[in-house]
Nanobody, 129 residues
Framework: QVLLVESGGGSVQAGGSLRLSCTPVGYTYKTYCMGWFRQVKGKEREGVAAIDSDGSTDYADSVKGRFTISKDNGRTIMYLQMNNLKPEDTAMYYC???????????????????????WGQGTLVNVSS
């Protein structure tokens, strides 16, 4: 079983930068999608950025040009470099991985077996104006 451990959240002023990391512990899927999601309390979770095992990426429109998703192929660590942060980026950020079923709108698409989705515990990003 794979676990995901996020780090790198924190507080920053608008215009600042943060880098989030997501480290898988244990088995990883051979062909996979890994993604970052965010959620504000009381609102639906939204996809931010996704990357697959081939290195293809996909972003939500709200973060294009500001956020960059990448991965360390040797250890399958995933990163989210967030630049020019805005107060509306404030949220709990979660990383997730699932067997590959495509990407859309900055999200990994779910397969028929949702039990194969793995989620981290989340890391808080707070952007002040």
């Amino acid at each position: 079983q794979v676990l995901l451990v996020e780090s790198g959240g924190g507080s920053v002023q608008a215009g600042g930068s943060l880098r989030l990391s997501c480290t898988p512990v244990g088995y990883t899927y051979k062909t996979y999608c890994m993604g970052w999601f965010r959620q504000v309390k009381g609102k639906e979770r939204e996809g931010v950025a996704a990357i697959d095992s081939d290195g293809s990426t996909d972003y939500a429109d709200s973060v294009k040009g500001r956020f960059t998703i990448s991965k360390d192929n040797g250890r399958t660590i995933m990163y989210l470099q967030m630049n020019n942060l805005k107060p509306e980026d404030t949220a709990m950020y979660y990383c997730s991985t699932t067997p590959w079923h495509g990407m859309r709108g900055g999200s990994c698409r779910s397969g028929p077996d949702r039990s194969l989705e793995v989620w981290g515990q989340g890391t808080l990003v707070n952007v002040s104006s």
